[in-house]
């Protein structure tokens, strides 16, 4: 991945809370968050005591190579975002410029906890669809705004691998949302249902108590089943 490609855009503890339906228990699990991104959910989690592991191929680059993209891009992002205000539910904002506000508030959190959550190992430069952990080494994996959200980008094998591999390293994987970039259900979910329906995995798409963009309220929970 360049640095050029790179288009930072990261949501808050509070926004994964509610995408993923997490309970105080769930807070205390070890978690690995996938494509997180400048979000800040590993940061605040870690300032109060969690365990989150985040992995994303942006975590190659440095704090200022980020923080300077992070620059270069917002504006055009912002315009995006209000030439599209339509795309959107406008209750837990009330405008483009109170998401924008939080979004770079989540991205300055993740900034200033990013050099130290890599030398702790907090932040890791890998990428779905092959992880190099071992079976089980977590009990919740979290993916925001990565698999299903960009079926165009990524092949429905793709999506079917990195499902195989999160259930490996996790009993328990939650993915929001289901629909694409253009709010449509992906493409890609019947495939998944079925391949879970094959594999002894229990998959339930659960509604939540957040949506931003139209259509994007429910999350799919993957638990494997006991032989
Ligand atoms: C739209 S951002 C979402 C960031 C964060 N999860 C959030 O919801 O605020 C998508 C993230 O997925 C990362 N990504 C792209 N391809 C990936 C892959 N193959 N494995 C893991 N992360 C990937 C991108 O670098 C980017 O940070």
């Keep these: ?37 400048p979000a800040s959910f590993n940061a605040e989690m ?33 315009e995006q975002l209000k030439c599209n205000v339509n795309q959107y ?3 837990d904002f009330q405008n483009a410029e109170a998401v ?14 990013y050099e130290q959550g890599l030398q702790q190992e907090r932040y890791i430069p890998i990428s779905l669809p092959d992880l190099p952990f071992p079976d089980s080494s977590y009990d919740l994996v979290l993916c925001s705004h990565l698999l299903f959200l960009y079926s165009e980008q990524l092949s429905e094998a793709f999506h079917l691998t990195s499902i195989k591999e999160l259930v490996r390293v996790a009993n328990d994987v939650r993915i929001f949302p289901l629909v694409t970039l253009d709010g449509h259900v992906s493409p890609h979910l019947n495939s998944v249902l079925e391949y879970c329906k094959l594999n002894h995995i229990q998959a339930d798409i659960i509604p939540v108590d957040y949506q931003f963009q139209k259509g994007a309220y429910q999350m799919l929970r993957l638990l494997r089943k006991s032989l």
Excluded: C
């Design 1 to 37: 991945m360049k640095l050029a490609e790179v288009v930072p855009w990261g949501r808050s503890r509070r926004e994964y809370e509610r995408m993923f339906g997490l309970t105080a228990t769930d807070l205390t699990k070890r978690i690995l968050g996938v494509g997180d991104g």
């Design 100 to 113: 924008i506000y939080t979004r770079m508030e989540a991205m300055s959190l993740f900034l200033s906890d």
């Design 46 to 78: 870690a300032l109060a005591g969690h365990n989150v592991t985040s992995i994303d191929p942006i975590y190659a680059f440095s704090a200022s190579e980020l923080r300077e993209r992070i620059g270069a891009t917002h504006q055009t992002i912002a």
């Design 89 to 91: 539910v406008w209750t």
